[in-house]
């Protein structure tokens, strides 16, 4: 005789965060990001608008691009002028990580040196992204593809990285 084994119904003693951790932590942290974004957005983030200007063109221009400098803010390549804006920094990116980066578990300490060296290393990854960017519009590419498309595959892959690496 072939019997159907029955599922057991969940403990009605506990509350749904017990039955479902890894859905409420995770929508803890994303409404973390959320916030930490757009509290992001409430600084001019001068100084790292520059670094990355600066990189940007000192970069360029070594590779050959004859990039030129306009403002603080601001360069030319190809008789188009480019304004380094927040997003241009990643900024945002960096501040909504935070919240998925947090191990709760880990010592102040461990979590600060964490974000480090990721801090260092998502800086040189934006300012790659960026560079390849520039040079693809250099030689042809559309600025859509160059940049923005460009820019949305780095968002992926630092999401990808965030969501291997899980801290919740």
């Known amino acids: 005789m072939i019997t159907a084994a029955r599922s057991q119904p969940w403990p009605r003693g506990r509350d749904r965060s017990q039955r479902f951790p890894l859905r409420a932590e995770f929508a803890w942290r994303a409404l973390l990001a959320a916030g930490l974004v757009l509290l992001c957005y409430r600084f001019q983030w ?24 306009v403002a603080w803010d601001t360069v030319q390549l190809n008789s188009t002028q480019i304004r380094f804006t927040i997003a241009c920094t990643f900024a945002d990116v960096w501040c909504g990580s935070i919240a998925f980066l947090w191990a709760r578990h880990a010592a102040i300490t461990q979590n600060l040196a964490k974000l480090a060296g990721y801090t260092a290393g998502l800086f040189l990854f934006n300012i790659f992204r960026l560079e390849l960017g520039f040079v693809f519009y250099a030689h042809g590419v559309s600025w859509i593809w160059a940049h923005e498309a460009m820019g949305g595959l780095a968002y992926f892959v630092v999401w990808l990285w965030l969501w291997r690496r899980r801290s919740w």
């Not at 001068?46 to 400098?69: K, P, V, W, Y």
């Open 46 to 69: 001068t100084f790292l608008r520059l670094a990355t200007t600066e990189s940007i063109f000192r970069l360029s221009n070594a590779l050959g691009l004859d990039m030129q400098r």
